[in-house]
Nanobody, 118 residues
Framework: QVQLVESGGGLVQAGGSLRLSCAASGRTFSSYAMGWFRQAPGKEREFVVAISWSGARTAYADSVKGRFTISRDNAKTTVYLQMNSLKPEDTAVYYC???????????WGQGTQVTVSS
């Protein structure tokens, strides 16, 4: 089990950037795939991006390809989401998730709000 705490959300203008962090506790962080999801008001939670335990494999939603970049530092037990060229439609609560494989997300953070103004 890992406990996840997101940070780095905030208010930014369209075209701006933010970097989210997800700090994980637990000795087994490096064995988990990590992902970011988001949920906008009135919408279902959606997948944004994921990274394998080693960082060798990543997967991105089409809506964020070329703008968002996921990375991880296993020594710091932290995963990052660099978000560039933000759009108002990126406004959502962003959640960090951990799982033994892509699609098997078993642990979730509490979320961090990202608001992009037009």
């Amino acid at each position: 089990q890992v406990q996840l705490v997101e940070s780095g959300g905030g208010l930014v203008q369209a075209g701006g950037s933010l970097r989210l962090s997800c700090a994980a506790s637990g000795r087994t962080f490096s064995s988990y795939a990590m992902g970011w999801f988001r949920q906008a008001p009135g919408k279902e939670r959606e997948f944004v991006v994921a990274i394998s335990w080693s960082g060798a494999r990543t997967a991105y939603a089409d809506s964020v390809k070329g703008r968002f970049t996921i990375s991880r530092d296993n020594a710091k037990t932290t995963v990052y989401l660099q978000m560039n060229s933000l759009k108002p439609e990126d406004t959502a609560v962003y959640y960090c998730a951990a799982g033994r494989s892509f699609g098997s997300w078993s642990n979730w953070g509490q979320g961090t709000q990202v608001t992009v103004s037009s």
